[in-house]
């Protein structure tokens, strides 16, 4: 099993800064991805960023250029900086991790960490 656990939410005003982590721990392979995804009420949930193990990253159009996803890989944690936070990426921000093992694939998330942008 692996366990993730995020931090790093709260409430910031719009143009503000929030930096998310997510430590991950058990049984971690050598080679895993990792993603943020988010949740606003009523939506489905959309990934915002995701990073390989090599390190190569992927962002959604609505966050280019504001999100940066890294990954300390000594720690097993990655982290996601949000700047000029907007209303419209109020939402609970949730991490992923998957790993692949004899041709299957292992997914597994956090509960969440709540991002409130609003003056």
């Known amino acids: 099993q692996v366990q993730l656990v995020e931090s790093g939410g709260g409430l910031v005003q719009p143009g503000g800064s929030l930096r998310l982590s997510c430590a991950a721990s058990?049984?971690?392979?050598?080679?895993?991805?990792m993603g943020w995804y988010r949740q606003a009420p009523g939506k489905q949930r959309e990934l915002v960023a995701r990073i390989t193990s090599s390190g190569s990253t992927y962002y959604a159009d609505s966050v280019k250029g504001r999100f940066t996803m890294s990954r300390d890989n000594p720690k097993n944690t990655v982290y996601l900086q949000m700047n000029n936070l907007k209303a419209e990426d109020t939402a609970v921000y949730y991490c992923?991790?998957?790993?692949?093992?004899?041709?299957?694939?292992?997914?597994?998330w956090g509960q969440g960490t709540q991002v409130t942008v609003s003056s």
């Open positions: 058990g049984n971690i392979f050598r080679i895993y991805n």
């Open positions: 992923d991790l998957d790993q692949t093992w004899a041709s299957t694939t292992y997914n597994y």
